[in-house]
T-cell receptor, first 112, second 111 residues
Framework: DVKVTQSSRYLVKRTGEKVFLECVQD?????MFWYRQDPGLGLRLIYF???????EKGDIPEGYSVSREKKERFSLILESASTNQTSMYLC???????????FGQGTRLTVV | TQLLEQSPQFLSIQEGENLTVYCNSS?????LQWYRQEPGEGPVLLVT?????EVKKLKRLTFQFGDARKDSSLHITAAQPGDTGLYLC???????????FGKGTLLTVNP
């Protein structure tokens, strides 16, 4: 079975802090994604990576950056956390074929 | 702009009833996927449809991809309380299959 693991289930950070969310997948997938999920807004794509060191902005990249130094690891960085970044963050991976994505368990981030 | 529109947004039914939820777009997708998400967890892939007009069955769930590859439906027969959850559709576009999600249909099946 594909496993996508996010480093934390719950995280509380202060406004202005730099926050790192880590995601690791064990199935050699080319694609990795970061989404945030908010009530009434659904899953919104933050960033997408289709290869090591390659990234593409999603629909809401402002305030975020990403890093993909190794194929199995995709990190989301909040440069200076703000309260409007309080959300559920979901990482996913997929092959570069239309067979579907596999999600991690999510990180619920609260910025106070 | 929401590329994928799901309807209804909420659905509450009794055990044993049938239901259909819809996923519509004005865009053409390479593939369309359906996921189910439980509270506090990540979405879990149910099915991927690739060919226009394709129908796939997964026990009591029937998935259909529109002929023009712009829309899809999910039909559940004889719903059970265990079917309760958020049903999400997602479309893949471009050569790298970037995924875009609809907002979901929150289904509650009452015993």
């Amino acid at each position: 079975d594909v496993k996508v693991t996010q480093s934390s289930r719950y995280l509380v950070k202060r406004t202005g802090e730099k926050v790192f969310l880590e995601c690791v997948q064990d199935m050699d997938h080319e694609n990795m994604f970061w989404y945030r999920q908010d009530p009434g807004l659904g899953l919104r794509l933050i960033y997408f990576s289709y290869d090591v060191k390659m990234k593409e902005k999603g629909d809401i990249p402002e305030g975020y950056s990403v890093s993909r130094e190794k194929k199995e690891r995709f990190s989301l960085i909040l440069e200076s956390a703000s309260t409007n970044q309080t959300s559920m963050y979901l990482c996913a991976s997929s092959l570069t074929t239309p067979v579907g994505a596999f999600f991690g368990q999510g990180t619920r981030l609260t910025v106070v | 702009t929401q590329l994928l529109e799901q309807s209804p947004q909420f659905l509450s039914i009794q055990e044993g009833e049938n239901l259909t939820v819809y996923c519509n777009s004005s865009s053409v997708f390479s593939s369309l996927q359906w996921y189910r998400q439980e509270p506090g967890e990540g979405p879990v892939l149910l099915v991927t449809v690739v060919t226009g007009g394709e129908v796939k069955k997964l026990k009591r769930l029937t998935f259909q991809f529109g002929d023009a590859r712009k829309d899809s439906s999910l039909h559940i027969t004889a719903a059970q309380p265990g079917d309760t959850g958020l049903y999400l559709c997602a479309g893949a576009r471009g050569s790298n299959y970037k995924l875009t999600f609809g907002k979901g249909t929150l289904l509650t099946v009452n015993p």
